[in-house]
């Protein structure tokens, strides 16, 4: 099953709920992904009005992501299966973090989060605003939607002494995959939660292929072997916690895009950029990583180029990283030098690389880096 395909199913189902709404509407959720990775799944999910969740014994959470659909999505299932009828649900985006910051700080303060859910370099981010003592109120920090880094994990356990920090694997159209993290496995791999299972398509020699997902999301709907838009492997070695398998997270498929320091790279994008520089580019590798200066963690692109007309010097790499930030669009509305300006990104670095680039079977020009 791909994207499209549930994209279809979705609008099926919509149009029956619409139809014939369920007497208890309250229990339905509509889940719907942002599109980045082609179409924009929709479906309606049954929510149980007892399930469980790591939020149970939270009074203040605070919702960290990045979309406007994935924030509304989470605040009413956490509101009503919350144990306490005064629980507080608190969503800020992305856009929340502009200037002036002290005043988003203040008001996170006044808050006072004893759970924090999102994005690790979003929540690294709100935390270089924060008040010691709003820190160390914070008692569980659960990690979604990106890849996390062992450097990202220390930091977040520095900024946040008093507080757990897990992780789960979710894919936004169809809800949880994975249990929230064992102690027992390293980062970015996941124990998949009952109900669910998940293959590899096509693995390699490494056992690396795309992620497929059965489960049921909804009393009416099933999904089989959804291509979720990841890589991954399975380990079959049963964990000491009594799981049998582990799902490793490896990143996007094709790394299409990525989420970094509060930005969105798209393949798409620098494509388009790159066509600006006939002269110079023939073919290009970008490199995303976040590196941290201090405490504080700060997005960097490394521009690979290859040219047919043979290596640039040290003045035409600085010309084209000047110009290529300038062309690059990371938000809707800033492009990379915005945000080198502001703090978020580090420069671009250009290298001109010798040799071709190995060509496979999916062009993937876009790599995210976890160090």
């Known amino acids: 099953m791909e994207r499209k395909d549930l994209v279809m199913i979705g609008e099926k189902i919509l149009a029956d709920f619409i139809a014939a709404p369920p007497q208890d509407n309250r229990t339905r959720v509509i889940r719907m992904t942002s599109g980045t990775t082609g179409g924009e799944p929709l479906v309606i999910i049954s929510q149980p009005p007892k399930a469980a969740g790591w ?12 979309s406007l659909n994935a924030r509304l999505n989470n605040i009413l299932p956490y509101r009503r299966n919350s144990a306490s009828s005064n629980v507080r649900v608190f969503p800020i985006e992305i856009n929340d973090m502009r ?7 203040d008001i996170v303060a006044d ?5 924090i859910i999102g994005v690790p ?21 659960r990690l979604a939607g990106e890849m996390i880094s ?34 027992h496995v390293p980062l970015n791999h996941y124990h998949v939660r009952d109900g669910v299972t998940v293959e590899i398509s096509e693995p390699d020699d490494n056992g690396v292929g795309d992620i497929l997902v059965s489960t049921t999301i909804s009393e009416t709907m099933s999904i089989e072997k959804y291509r979720v838009g990841d890589v991954g492997r399975i380990h079959t070695t049963p964990c000491p916690c009594g799981a049998a398998e582990t799902i490793e997270l490896l990143g996007r498929r094709g790394s299409d895009y990525l989420k970094l320091a509060g930005a969105l790279l798209r393949q798409e994008e620098f494509n388009r950029v790159s066509l600006l520089f006939p002269n110079s580019i023939d073919d290009y590798r970008a490199e ?4 941290i200066q201090g405490t504080t963690p700060k997005g960097k692109v490394t521009l690979r180029i290859y040219s047919s007309r043979g290596s640039g010097t040290e003045e035409l790499a600085r010309e084209i990283g000047t110009r290529f930030s300038r062309e690059l669009f990371v938000t809707p509305t800033q492009t990379l030098s915005e ?13 001109f690389e010798q040799h071709p680039f190995p060509q496979k079977n999916k062009e993937v020009k876009l790599l995210h880096i976890v160090s």
């Open 121 to 141: 370099s979003f929540i690294m981010r709100l935390a270089a605003i924060l008040d010691a003592d709003t820190r160390s109120g914070v008692k569980m920090l």
């Open 55 to 66: 939020f149970l014994a939270a009074e203040r959470i605070l919702v960290c992501y990045g």
């Open 99 to 105: 200037e002036p910051l002290s005043s988003l700080g």
């Open 288 to 291: 995303a990583r976040e590196v």
């Open 339 to 351: 945000l080198v300006k502001k703090g978020i990104f580090l420069p671009m670095e250009v290298i």
């Open 111 to 115: 808050f006072k989060p004893d759970r």
């Open 150 to 183: 062992a450097r990202q994990k220390q930091s977040l356990i520095a900024w946040f002494p008093k507080a757990t920090v897990s992780a789960i694997y979710v894919a936004t159209e169809i809800g949880p995959i994975s249990k929230p993290t064992c102690a």
